[in-house]
């Protein structure tokens, strides 16, 4: 983690991040628990329950509106 961490970062809106190593943990608060976790690869399914639970106002945290960091593989 430490390694992807250290590399370059692209911020990509959701649908762009699909295929890419996250950068940093996402998830929702209220609970606090990443869904996604830094060297994890994004998946379609990711983005789907990440924009679901944003639509149904839970407050995503790890993001900037509809845009994910990745790493710059």
């Keep these: 983690m430490r390694s992807i ?8 809106p959701f649908e ?6 996250a950068a940093c943990s996402v998830g ?3 609970p ?3 869904l996604v976790v ?5 998946e379609w399914d990711d ?3 990440l924009a679901a ?3 149904q106002g839970y407050t995503l ?12 593989i």
Aim: charged letters at 20%; hydrophobic letters at 35%.
């Design 5 to 12: 961490m250290r590399r370059r970062m692209l911020n990509l």
């Design 16 to 21: 762009q991040a699909v295929g890419r190593t």
């Design 28 to 30: 929702t608060y209220p």
């Design 32 to 34: 606090g628990v990443p």
């Design 38 to 42: 830094p060297g994890q690869t994004i």
């Design 47 to 49: 983005i789907e329950h």
């Design 53 to 55: 639970l944003k639509s």
């Design 61 to 72: 945290f790890g993001c900037d509106g509809n845009t994910l960091d990745v790493a710059d």
